[in-house]
């Protein structure tokens, strides 16, 4: 997470160009050993901009000595024979040299298990989690998840089955040989081929006697990969080359058995070669390279491309807009018009609150001349009782309060609602919020964070809870092997587990849930070693517990308050931010790692860092976010950002969450829709559990609280969600029986102001006079035939299933 | 309701999943909805599509003796073989219960799977393995952790008509027919009421009071004021829901989509041959919405819990089953539809070979068996077999995945398509198993 940007060239603009620019080719020499090595070459030019673009495919690549070296039409050399001679790379007029030595061509050093044939399993797939590598294997033959496990894996290939695998006399009639070459039937179908580099290697492994790697042999350090940051334009083309560090100081080129993967398939694609193809988006992406547990990325910025009318960014001290601004400027692409005032009080209603603003809060915001009115406004929405019940609401549902039990668990579930809710309505710092959950003990009565263990029961789902709800990590995958995109080894999870070990559960008070005490010392195992975890937060040192008497989770809650914690800060400020904007830094928001970077780690490391200087004050942060200028861009598109799904270049409309779609049609019509042992007029945001059945937010998604991922929660449209709001009894009902149409019929209003008021209530502007002229016509046909009640139900209907309702835009 | 592949780490099979790449990753990387429903119709189907396939999937929840029905074991010994004679079919030399007898007339138009085990005995796991394709992640688990093999038709397949939803389930919402982390819009479309008299499609009759005229009404008018702009929205939920709010009109004004649920619309004569009963009426109306272009269907028929007194219990549940599957496969014969339609029938486990003192049989994942029909697959044959005492299969073992596999090959579903579940983790459509190669 820590990694920043290099300085970004300006491409529209500042031109550098001295002629034509000599191209640069990456290594500028090479170095060979023994014959199954191979290189690739990276060749940049400047185009008349100055920009840096590959031009490795559209360059040739000749040898002085074909004895010795050969160079492919991509970019790949290959020895041929001990010696020394020169690649001569031409790029249309622009020639230079490579160096390269070859060694050891006939007498190659010996082949190593670890170094050299597991990344082989893992590059043809032998080893992924859908054939051998997956927990019970594939057709009797297991291995190590992507190779996690040398010592596995080399006791299944070498003395499982009596050593059928493995046939010496004949290294490459093996079945290990036999079965991805397809030469005998093999599930997997073919994935080697016969004497290709790969097979060579296997084989003369096996030659040499099939044995695992002594203990001092050369160990992964890293691996790297070039370019690590390049400016691509759409529909372009990057090669990367991948190179691994061993502890014995060598470095070899393994470009061709790395794995690599872009983290936003919907800017970029790469191939098992390295080679880069960008679409037509535009933004920030992470290639991945992966090789042998050791990962890294290479960033790719898209920009648009295009000329574009100048633009200036809003004027503004925000610190959100210091960084969007920046970044759009650098991608070409202006940004959007800020919306409407009435579009921005519905907006930061909605998202501020859960519910639309009344008529006469748009009204007075409309009126408002002052320059700090949208900040005067943000503090105001903060200071509502509906803010701490909607954030209230999104807590609850990540922390997965439920009623375990049925109606028993609702004392604790509701206790645990109502010190959520209290605790952001005061405004309690963020660290001390979570700090009070993860470390919580004693009865719920009188520390009601202590239901949070009631649902998170198990050592695991604490675990995992913790790590994704908190500092999200996701550690789900390290439980049973070395995570497949992380650092994290199952070390670190049972380590991490270990913190959680002590917790001891009694019958408490409240029957449901169980009082939490300290138990006496003990760790939690490491199933894969047998060996205790001593407790061991995330990337950082054991801790080392001297008082047998402390609850091991308090030092844990100490490391995560810590303001140098690399996790803690930036998860939850991330998730504020994807509330708001629709779209995290990074994501999914609860999956931050070094694999999956943000997509301005800059402006993500500068809202954290301000975050934890206002010592963790949640509103701070959303105060911080919905003034930007940022936040307030129209999400009509200009001609250029239309497809801009990731840069804030203008607002991304989002349906509304289930609860607040309910109350929203609840406010419009007038009506309460009741629910069971809640006091009327509760509504849906309040509920303080998930014990409450309706038909309505089942359909709209609502989550059902069982996993700690804010995905739970869907937004997808269906089927039953259109009927049931075009054409339901109950929504037909509060349309008929609701305050809103009797009121309007009641004060005998004209219909310009029966219309106006609907407009206002239900999409918190006015009508259009298009929009007013169609209303009155349907209201004056309607009004002749004595129909007027049903006249205003569907203007109503009408409104309420309008998307604009439905979406927060 | 993620999905993304990798199109790199290679499958097991060989098959090239690059061009599911670019598809789906809502959320996840930032492809939406409206690429969904644009690619939908490529991702996760095999070359060979099978375009206009669709299951009727009849679920025997509380999991029916195979012995007392497709599996009788008439020389075992009395405590085993149970209270009911095996008889002839018209298929030379297989046997079924004495219970079936119209199944007995059509066997040549089903096969039997005799030779299904698997490893959980609780009701909640198993139901889980058989809906699914996986085995429970836990114990006593209420709602789905994998999707529904109707939710994976329904995302991967979509419908094939207008008007009528994808995946739909019958009588009413089964256990373990939901979509978990594919989202709730692939949940089964579920209807309310009693299938022998009213069973009826939630918000599909207009509301009290609204007739379809003032409905028409509102439509123009609703026409004329939804007129935000779509452009300010890329990711696919506007237009998305439009597609469904055009649906939804369909399905309540179009009289043939509305027909598709109407079982009134069916000679009785032909309803009283599926029997005027729920699996009966449900199986109709299977047929009926399979017809209008449904993919997927699960008819739940629950109630065979037998612990006790099988020989009454059965008499009296049996008959319903026998006439409702025997009606839905020789019309789905009479009608051509017998190579586009599959129908399975299973339960989530066998039951006890050895009768117990209440003349009952308790739950035994250890053998069961499964009845397929039509879909293209061969038909008249019984694959796999259970020894003398209907113990364990000795022939031919194969799991609740094999089934479901051959499933995903008659609907050309490719179960190496990879999702993303609620964790991060790529998730395949099925893991395990393969299609049952005697039947294909």
Known sequence: ?809 | MIEVLSGRYGTCDGVSRRSFVRVGCLGIAGLNLADLFRTRARAGQTKSTRDGSAVIQIFLGGGPSHIDTFDPKPSAPTEFRGAFRAIGTDVPGVIVSELFPRLAKNLDKVSIVRSLRHTTADHGSGSHWVMTGYPAPQALLRTNARPSTGSIAAKLRGGLGSGVPPYVALPNDPSFANAAYLGPAYNPFTLTGDPTKTLRVRDLDPAPGITLERLDDRRRLLHELDSIDRSRDDSGMMEGLDEFYAQAYQLITDPKARRAFDLSAEPAKVRERYGMTSVGQSCLLARRLIEAGTTFVTVADGGWDHHDNIPKRCRIQAPMLDSALSALVSDLSDRGLSNRVLVVVWGEFGRTPRVNRSAGRDHWPGAMSAILAGGGLKTGIVVGSTGSKGEFPVERPLGPEDVIQTMYHVLGIDPNHEFIDDSGRPTRVLNQGAPIPELI
């Open chain 1, 1 to 809: 997470m820590r990694q920043t940007l290099a300085p970004l060239i300006v491409l529209s603009g500042i031109l550098a160009s001295t002629g034509s620019a000599a191209i640069v080719v990456e290594p500028a020499r090479l170095e060979l050993v023994g014959c199954d090595a191979h290189a690739q070459l990276i060749v940049t030019a400047k185009d008349e901009s100055g920009a840096e673009i590959d031009v490795t495919d559209r360059s040739s690549f000749r040898s002085n000595d074909p004895r010795v070296a050969v160079g492919d039409t991509s970019g790949r050399i290959e020895p041929r024979g001990d010696g020394s001679t020169q690649i001569v790379i031409r790029y249309q007029k622009e020639i230079t040299r490579v160096n390269v030595s070859v060694r050891r061509f006939v007498d190659p050093p010996r082949v190593l298990f670890t170094r050299d044939v597991e990344p082989i399993f893992t590059k043809i797939g032998c080893n992924s989690g859908v054939c051998h590598g997956k927990a019970s294997g594939q057709n009797g033959f297991r291995l190590s998840l992507l190779g996690y496990d040398s010592a596995f894996d080399h006791e299944s290939i070498v003395h499982e089955t009596r050593g059928r695998r493995i046939f010496p006399a004949a290294p490459e009639r093996s079945l290990l040989l036999m079965k991805p070459t397809a030469r005998v039937p093999h599930g997997g179908g073919r994935r080697l081929e016969v004497d290709s580099a790969e097979f060579r290697v296997i084989a003369r492994w096996i030659r040499q006697g099939a044995v695992l790697d002594r203990a001092d042999s050369p160990a992964l350090v890293n691996i790297d990969i070039y370019p690590k940051y390049r400016i691509v334009s759409r529909n372009g083309v990057q090669r990367v080359r991948a190179t691994a560090r061993y502890s014995d100081g060598t470095t070899v080129d393994v470009t061709r058995l790395a794995q690599f993967q872009s983290n936003a398939p919907d800017l970029d694609e790469v191939d098992d070669r390295g080679t880069i193809k960008t679409f037509d988006g535009v933004g920030f992406a992470a290639i991945m390279a992966r090789f042998g547990g050791a990962t890294t990325v290479a960033r790719i910025g898209v920009p648009l491309g295009e000329s574009t009318p100048d633009w200036t960014p809003p004027e503004s001290d925000n610190l959100v807009d210091r960084y969007v601004f920046k970044r759009l400027k650098e991608l070409g692409v202006p940004p959007s018009e800020a919306c409407v005032d009435a579009e921005f009080a519905r907006r930061s209603s909605f998202d501020i609150k859960g519910v639309a603003p009344s008529p006469e809060e748009v009204v007075a915001y409309e009126n408002d001349r002052s320059l700090d009115k949208r900040s005067r406004r943000i503090d105001a929405l903060l200071e509502t009782p509906e803010y701490a019940d909607h954030f209230a609401l999104f807590w609850s549902s990540i922390l997965r309060n439920k009623r375990t039990l049925g109606i028993a668990s609702e004392e604790g579930s509701f206790a645990f609602h109502g010190w959520i809710r209290q605790s952001i309505a005061a405004n309690v710092p963020y660290d001390r919020f979570v700090a009070s959950i993860v470390a919580a003990r004693g009865e719920a009565a009188s520390n009601p964070p202590v239901v949070w263990y009631r649902q998170v029961r198990t050592l695991e789902e604490q675990t995992d809870d913790t790590a994704q709800l908190f500092l999200g990590v996701r550690m789900q995958c390290a439980r049973c092997h070395h995570h497949p995109f992380e650092k994290w080894t199952q070390d670190d999870y049972y380590g991490f587990a270990s913190f959680f070990q002590r917790i001891g559960r009694k019958p408490g008070e409240d029957p449901a849930t169980p009082c939490l005490y300290t138990e006496p010392f003990s760790l939690a195992t490491n199933p894969a070693t047998g060996r205790p975890a001593p407790p061991k937060p995330l990337g950082a040192a054991e801790i080392k517990e001297t008082d047998p008497r402390r609850d091991p989770r308090d030092a844990l809650v100490a490391w995560m308050r810590d303001p140098s914690n690399p996790y803690f800060a930036k998860s939850v400020v991330n998730r504020y931010w994807k509330r708001f904007f629709g779209r995290g830094l990074v994501e999914p928001e609860d999956d931050m790692r070094d694999t999956n970077p943000p997509s301005d780690p800059d402006l993500l490391n500068a809202l954290a860092a301000d975050f934890i200087a206002s010592g963790y004050d949640l509103k701070h942060l959303i105060r911080t976010i919905a003034t930007s200028e940022a936040y307030r861009r129209s999400s009509l598109p200009n001609a250029y950002n239309k497809r801009d799904r990731r840069n804030y270049s203008r607002f991304y409309p989002r349906r509304l969450a289930a609860e607040a779609l309910l109350d929203a049609i609840d406010r419009a019509t007038g009506s309460a829709e009741p629910f069971r042992g809640v006091p009327p007029n509760t509504g849906a945001i309040r509920l303080p559990d998930d014990g409450f059945a309706s038909y309505f937010l089942e359909i709209f998604g609502r989550p059902k609280r069982e996993s700690v991922c804010e995905c739970e929660r869907s937004f997808e449209p269906s089927l039953s969600q259109t009927l049931h709001l075009l054409n339901s009894p109950s929504v037909q009902k509060k349309i008929a029986t609701g305050s809103r149409v009797g009121s309007l019929l009641a004060a005998g209003r004209d219909d310009a102001s029966i219309v106006d008021e609907l407009y206002r209530v239900c999409l918190s502007r006015g009508p259009t006079a298009r929009e007013r002229s169609v209303c009155l016509k349907h209201l004056a046909e309607k009004r002749s035939a004595g129909k007027l009640r049903e006249a205003i139900e569907d203007l109503l209907w009408s409104l309420i299933n309008c998307k604009e309702f439905l979406f927060i835009y």
